[in-house]
C-alpha cells in the first residue's frame, strides 16, 4: 500500500495529494459525526461527508500543496532553526487565518447558508484553537517530514481536527 502511494505520488503529486486530502477530510467527518456527536450511522448525514469530502480534495488539498512547495522554495533562511520558525510564522500568520475563512466561507455556501454568519460565529474561536495546536504539529512537520509527505502528515493529524472543524460548522 506505501509502495503504490508513492507510485501515485510521483506519477502525479498533485492529485495524489488532492484525493488523499478528500478521503481525510471525510474520515475526519465520520470521526465527527459518529464519535463525537454519537449520531449512529442512521442518523449520519452523508451529504455533510461529501461536503466535507470536496472542499479537501478541490480546495484544500491543492492549495495546501502549493503552499508547502512555496514555503519550501521561498522561506528559506541562514539557520535550519530560524528557517523553522519563519514557515511555521507564514504557516499560521498566513495560511491559516485565510484557509480557516475560505472554509466555513464554502461550507457556508454549500449549505446555503450565510458566510457572514458563519464568520461572525465560528471564525475567531476556531482560529485561536488553530493557534493552541498547529504551530507546535508544523514545527514537527517542517522540521521532520520531506516535502512530498508535509501534506500527508498535516492530513493525518487532520483526521482531529477535521472532526473538530465539521463539529464547529455543523454547531
Not at 486530502?21 to 448525514?45: C, N, P, W
Not at 475560505?102 to 474561536?125: I, N, R
Amino acid at each position: 500500500m506505501v509502495r503504490e502511494y508513492q507510485a501515485r505520488l510521483a506519477a502525479r503529486p498533485l492529485f495524489t495529494q488532492a484525493v488523499t486530502t478528500s478521503i481525510l477530510f471525510a474520515v475526519g467527518d465520520l470521526t465527527a459525526q459518529q464519535l463525537v456527536e454519537k449520531r449512529g450511522i442512521e442518523k449520519h448525514d452523508f451529504t455533510r461527508t461529501g461536503r466535507m469530502a470536496l472542499y479537501g480534495g478541490v480546495v484544500f488539498g491543492p492549495a495546501a500543496a502549493t503552499w508547502f512547495k512555496f514555503l519550501s522554495r521561498h522561506v528559506n533562511l541562514r539557520s535550519p532553526n530560524a528557517t523553522i520558525l519563519a514557515r511555521v510564522a507564514c504557516d499560521q500568520g498566513i495560511f491559516a487565518p485565510t484557509f480557516i475563512g475560505v472554509f466555513l466561507s464554502s461550507m457556508a455556501v454549500l449549505e446555503g447558508g450565510s458566510p457572514k454568519e458563519k464568520l461572525e460565529k465560528s471564525y475567531t474561536d476556531t482560529l485561536l484553537t488553530n493557534w493552541m495546536i498547529w504551530p507546535f504539529v508544523q514545527m514537527v512537520n517542517f522540521k521532520l517530514v520531506p516535502l512530498h509527505h508535509r501534506l500527508l502528515f498535516v492530513n493525518v493529524i487532520s483526521i482531529g481536527w477535521n472532526s473538530y472543524l465539521s463539529f464547529v460548522n455543523s454547531s
